[in-house]
Structures are given as structure tokens and as C-alpha cells.
């Protein structure tokens, strides 16, 4: 077999693996929803939404999800989905400015429900959290150095009426970790996230 005829049948391969992974065909398929307007006020760090009661459904079934994951956010409607990316799109020009917060890049996509695509590898934290429960925490705006990229959702749009679900895929018996890049880049280039560069 040429080496051409290789990466067909390797393409093919993925992109029935993203199929899958989109429709909910797997059995360690993760998706809740919640509302920006109701995470908690961050209290200088030495709060998580993951340890706060009205947040506790979130994060219960991800504190067992200890393999590696790709996950994305879908905001409930394109209008509110281009509103929340203007809010983040403001929020980038306080770069440098003291108490800023490093968030995802932006890129082309204008239209779509989809605000951003990512992976995390699989394990625990020093605090004895999954490794995606800490991830989801940054993503929310829960972290206290500032220079961790995410989403930043408390600080960028703090009190903003905005439903968004949050979609998780544990890969229970991936071998080689090389391929959740692949496997995020393929998955971002259907969804076409807002913000995030694959």
C-alpha cells in the first residue's frame, strides 16, 4: 500500500472516530448545562464552583473522569454565542492591564453555538481533583494564576444571561496521548469554535 493510500485509510479512520464523538455515540459521553449569570463570585480565589453546592451537579460525575477528554462549550443560540464572544473580544484589549486574565486566541469563525474546543489529559491534580475538573474550573475563571489560558467566564462576562452545556468525551482506552491533538484539531475543524486556535 503507498504511503498516500496510508493516510486515506488513517483519515478515514479519524474522522469516523469524530462522528462518533459527535453524535453521543459513546459510552463515557458527559454533557449539563448552566447559566453564566449564576457562577459564584470567585472570592479572590478561595472559592470553586466545583466545591459550591449550586454548582455541585457540574462537577460530580467529572470528579471520576480521570482518563484524558475532549470537551467543548455550545452557547444555547447563535445570537447569545456572538454576544458572549464580543464580551471575551472586549475583554482581550485589557491585556496588561492589572488583573488581566490570559484567554483563548481569537480566530475567523463568526457564526456558529460552538465557543471553544479542548482537550486535557487524563489524571488527578495536587489537590486530588480530576485533572478535567481543574480544567472546567479554569475555564470558568476559578484559577489563581493568571496566566493559565481558559475561557475566563467569571471575568469576562460576569452576570450574563447566557445558558451554555458543557460536553465532555472520556477516552477510556486511548493508548497514546499524540493523538488528542489530533483528535481536537479534527473535532474544532466541524465545530468551528469562536475563539481558540486549532
Known sequence: MEVNQHEKVIENHFNAMVDRLLCGETPHYYSQKFNIKDLP????FNH???????????????????????YWFKVQNEEKAAEL??????????????????????????R?????????????????LTNIVGR???HLGYYKTATTQGLQLIHCAKNFDCEITLNVVQFED?????????????????????????
Open 174 to 198: 486511548l493508548q497514546n496521548n499524540m493523538y488528542l491533538n489530533i483528535i481536537e484539531k479534527k473535532v474544532a475543524q466541524r465545530l468551528k469554535p469562536l475563539c481558540g486556535r486549532h
Open 85 to 110: 464572544n464580543n464580551k471575551i473580544n472586549k475583554y482581550r484589549l485589557n491585556r496588561g492591564l492589572d488583573g488581566y486574565r490570559s484567554i483563548p486566541a481569537t480566530n475567523k469563525n463568526e
Open 48 to 70: 470553586s464552583p466545583n466545591l459550591d453546592p449550586r454548582f455541585r451537579y457540574l462537577f460530580e460525575e467529572l470528579d471520576t473522569m480521570d482518563k484524558s477528554c475532549l
Open 112 to 128: 456558529g453555538t460552538i465557543l471553544y474546543v479542548g482537550i486535557r489529559r487524563g489524571g488527578k491534580t495536587k489537590y486530588g
Open 136 to 138: 472546567i474550573n479554569q
Open 41 to 44: 463570585d470567585c472570592q479572590n
